[in-house]
């Protein structure tokens, strides 16, 4: 059974850090890129940051670059997303995704084969 499963979530004051994981299972997970979504209330998915599998070369949205690191460690099957300097804007779930290399466009949701369920960052004073 394939499994993307999101913790580290929370509620955090404005310019605050918080460092996400999604841990995976059931499939070659050092086959496949990685992505970061958020979706906030009311608004459509938007990436984050995106890993490949192949280079390693990671890339971020404008939005957070500078403020969010992303990594991965194929030995343990999990991605990361250290974010710093959150701010009320970041809030939204987010979730990890899982497609194979040169499917589709990284930023549409249905390239994406695997996907996990999210987890709420909320930034608030």
């Known amino acids: 059974e394939v499994q993307l499963v999101e913790s580290g979530g929370g509620l955090v004051q404005p310019g605050g850090s918080l460092r996400l994981s999604c841990a995976a299972s059931?499939?070659?997970?050092?086959?496949?890129?990685m992505t970061w979504f958020r979706q906030a209330p009311g608004k459509g998915p938007e990436w984050v940051s995106r890993?490949?599998?192949?280079?390693?070369?990671?890339y971020y949205a404008d939005s957070v670059k500078g403020r969010f690191t992303m990594s991965r460690d194929n030995a343990k099957n999990t991605v990361y997303l250290q974010m710093n300097s959150l701010k009320p804007e970041d809030t939204a779930v987010y979730y990890c995704a899982a497609k194979r290399p040169y499917r589709g466009s990284y930023a549409r949701t249905s390239s994406y084969d695997y996907r996990g369920q999210g987890t709420q960052v909320t930034v608030s004073s």
């Open positions: 059931g499939f070659t997970f050092g086959s496949y890129d």
């Open positions: 890993i490949n599998s192949g280079s390693g070369n990671i």
